[in-house]
């Protein structure tokens, strides 16, 4: 009898060993790894502002109805000089859903600069925003002190002034640029624009058609406009290509036979299966590089993650409306209603 409860008592010691040794450190590792701040605590009032409505108060309309404009420049000295001013500007996505956006030259994207292959630029920025601001030139060989990293490579731009960069565009490829301060909510609202070196001479693969297409989300909640900022919990609900939302993106115009070129920029926070239907393409250039023939993927969907670029080409042989989007369903819609968000169609003819 002794031994029989004996018997049971080491059991239960055993049992519990178990327990302890298996469940514990999941337990604690369940809780290490919890999101402890999804939102803010209410304690973190850097957090709590960044994560307040943007101030639509005095914003003015935007007057250009289109992003990613071709930003003309002047010529001095053999230099290219282009001006940037970043400002709050209230920026139609669709019809009907206005959001308040910190913008280059008051459209979303910022204006398109190109250049070519070693061309020298300079590109003034003035900072029409209510907070300091820097630009960041992604995947530009520039000189260190024209990187655009607070209070690492250069002062913040505080509102009011005007801070020139200065380098020699190179090399060839597409690349973009962006706010590089409070990049969490300044670039999620509007502050990015494309950037391309064309090769001296032009593209080899001589594209008829060439499009840049930068993919962003959008938060909207009851006329708002709010960072979306997806690692809070603060998802996105509109979606857009060059700044519209479906039905409101631009389509591709071609004919049968044409070369077309399009190059994604993944410009928010969200990864974004692209997905054109009716015909195969090959990715030509990834982050600005072209990939050698031998090596190019022929596929159907490219996903985008944050801050990459895939240029990919195809020659449509046969005339129809064929769509490109976005394959996570949720973002191709508009505050949850289908069709909207990352949708344009490519009209061959
Ligand atoms: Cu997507």
């Known amino acids: 009898m002794e031994n029989t409860n004996k018997k049971i008592i080491i059991g239960f010691i055993v049992l519990f060993g178990i327990i302890l040794t298996f469940m514990v450190p999941k337990i604690v590792k369940k809780s290490n790894n919890a999101p402890a701040l999804l939102t803010t ?4 009032l850097a957090g709590e502002k960044a ?5 639509d108060t005095g914003v003015p309309m935007a007057t250009e109805d289109s992003g990613l404009q071709e930003l ?7 230099t290219k000089v282009f001006n940037l001013t970043a400002a709050p500007v209230r920026w139609s996505i669709l019809k009907d859903t206005v959001v308040t956006a910190w913008a280059y030259n008051g459209m979303v994207p910022g204006p398109l600069i190109r250049a070519t292959n070693g061309d020298k630029v300079k590109i003034l920025i003035k900072n029409n925003l209510m907070e300091p601001t820097t630009i960041h030139w992604h ?3 520039v000189p260190n002190n024209m990187d655009g990293i607070p209070d690492e490579t250069q002062d913040p731009i505080q509102p009011g002034e005007t801070f020139t960069y200065e380098f020699v565009a190179k090399p060839a490829g597409t690349y973009w640029y962006h706010s590089h301060f409070d990049s969490d909510k300044q670039i999620s609202v509007g502050l990015s624009g494309a950037f391309i070196i064309d090769p001296v001479g032009g593209l080899a693969s001589k594209p008829d058609v060439d499009k840049v297409f930068m993919l962003n989300e959008w938060r909207v909640i009851d006329g708002q406009t709010y960072a979306a900022m997806p690692a809070t919990g603060m998802d996105g609900n509109f979606f857009t290509i060059n700044g519209k939302a479906f039905p409101n993106t631009e389509n591709v115009m071609a004919k049968v036979g044409q070369k077309i070129r399009l190059r994604f920029i993944g410009s928010g926070q969200m990864i974004h ?3 054109l239907h009716g015909f ?3 990715i030509v250039a990834t982050d600005g590089n072209d990939v050698p023939e031998s090596a190019q993927w022929t596929k159907d969907v490219v996903s985008v993650a944050p801050g990459e670029r895939y240029d990919i080409e195809f020659t449509p042989d046969r005339p129809g409306k064929w769509m490109l989007h976005c394959h996570i369903p949720h973002h191709t819609t508009n505050d949850h209603e289908e069709p ?5 169609m490519i009209n061959v003819i």
């Open 41 to 44: 605590t209410g304690a973190n």
């Open 51 to 55: 994560m307040e409505a943007i101030s």
């Open 72 to 78: 003309p420049f002047k010529m001095e000295n053999g």
């Open 139 to 141: 995947g530009i060989q």
């Open 273 to 275: 299966p692209m997905h």
């Open 280 to 282: 195969p393409f090959k």
């Open 340 to 344: 909207g968000g990352l949708m344009m």
